[in-house]
């Protein structure tokens, strides 16, 4: 436990007057919150809206993020609370990303937590209550591990999803190295070496995150800059003769095809990978959350055209899948299916 460093002697004068926030600004954060709950898309009712994080401290500073939380009970989602919480990790990633929301110069996270999680934050305040759950002093802000590492997580998991077969990879990591300096310099510039922000940036040099973004991004530049010999490989031919006739693909045209359609081996499939075509290594395929119709066929040729919410159970061991939110693969799955 770490206690008692430097503070402000008030809330950030940009969100707060005295220790309430002013309508118009928690009517703009709520109203933004709700936009983001409706694109979780989940059935799972809100708890509550709060602020966290420093900015609902006292060791704010004017490069601070506005941390929105949306409380869900994760096991209204689904009974596999880790998987839903695999889910919300990728909703809050794909919306930050998407929608860069910022309010003077301040970055508006937002996050589905779960609201059984303990509040590991010392300053959270109920913003469709307009009180506060635990109210911070300027005199008393400790920080434990569990706050540490929730605050260093959320860039451990852009790190892992990084996909360097994206053409988009390098400007991801470039993306992420900026929100990192911006995320140390906010902690150092208010509570100095033991600010949340910094500890949490040492978590993540601790636990090997800084190298593997360093080695990722060593590792697309060299890419970037061989020269290959192009191959040729029919993949809506091969997928044809697959589905239709006896002459099933091999493992090293599994391989070709997982190559040349730029796939992801992920069991998560189009939860963490939308628009990309995917290997699921099962044949229980769920479409719940994915709003797009799917095309999926495993080793024995069985396919089913998947639409949004449905369930399907396949005859083999894993599942190929090319999403139809892309013109290019609707129109090769069309061909396929003449």
């Known amino acids: ?10 809330l950030s004068p940009v969100l707060w007057k005295d220790d309430s926030i002013p309508k118009k600004i928690r009517t703009g954060l709520l109203k933004i919150a709700l936009r983001f709950y409706e694109y979780l898309d989940v059935d799972a009712p809100i708890k ?10 006292y060791n704010w500073t004017p490069n601070s993020d506005i941390d929105l939380h949306v409380l869900i009970d994760y096991s209204d989602v689904d009974d596999n609370v ?3 919480r695999n889910l919300m990790m990728a909703k809050k990633s794909i919306w930050n990303s998407k929608y860069p929301l910022t309010y003077k110069n301040m970055d508006i996270e937002l996050y589905a937590q779960d609201s059984e999680e303990p509040h590991t934050s010392t300053g959270v305040y ?23 590492a929730d605050k260093a997580k959320p860039f451990a998991y ?16 470039d993306a992420i190295r900026d929100k990192l300096k911006k ?15 910094n500890l949490a940036f040492k978590w993540l040099r601790n636990n090997g995150y800084l190298e593997k973004l360093a080695k990722t991004r060593e590792k697309v530049m060299m890419q970037d800059m061989e020269i290959t010999e192009s191959k040729q490989f029919d993949a809506e031919s091969i997928i044809r003769r697959h ?23 992920d069991p998560m499939g189009q939860w963490e990978h939308p628009g990309r075509c995917t290997l699921i ?49 609707a129109e090769m799955v069309e061909r396929i299916m003449q």
């Not at 109920?126 to 540490?148: C, F, G, R, V, Y």
Request: contains cysteine.
């Open 1 to 10: 436990m770490i206690n008692e460093y430097e503070t402000q002697s008030e």
């Open 48 to 57: 509550d809206i709060t602020l966290t994080g420093s900015s609902a401290n």
């Open 82 to 84: 880790d998987l839903v």
């Open 126 to 148: 109920s913003l469709m209550h307009n009180k506060w759950i635990k109210q911070p002093t300027p005199q008393d802000i400790q920080i434990d591990d569990a706050e540490i």
């Open 158 to 173: 852009m790190i892992d999803q990084l996909d360097t077969e994206s053409d988009s990879v390098l400007d991801e990591i």
């Open 183 to 197: 995320f140390r310099k906010c902690g150092l510039d208010s509570g100095g070496e033991y600010s949340l922000e």
């Open 243 to 265: 589905l239709y006739t006896k002459d099933k693909m091999t493992e090293s045209e599994w391989s070709q095809l997982h190559d040349a359609m730029q796939a992801v081996t």
């Open 281 to 329: 290594p099962s044949n229980n395929i769920t479409m719940q959350f994915v709003d797009y119709p799917v095309f999926g066929f495993d080793e024995t040729g069985h396919y089913i055209l998947m639409k949004p919410d449905e369930r399907h159970m396949y005859r083999g061991k894993q599942v190929f899948e090319i999403p139809l939110n892309r013109k290019d693969y």
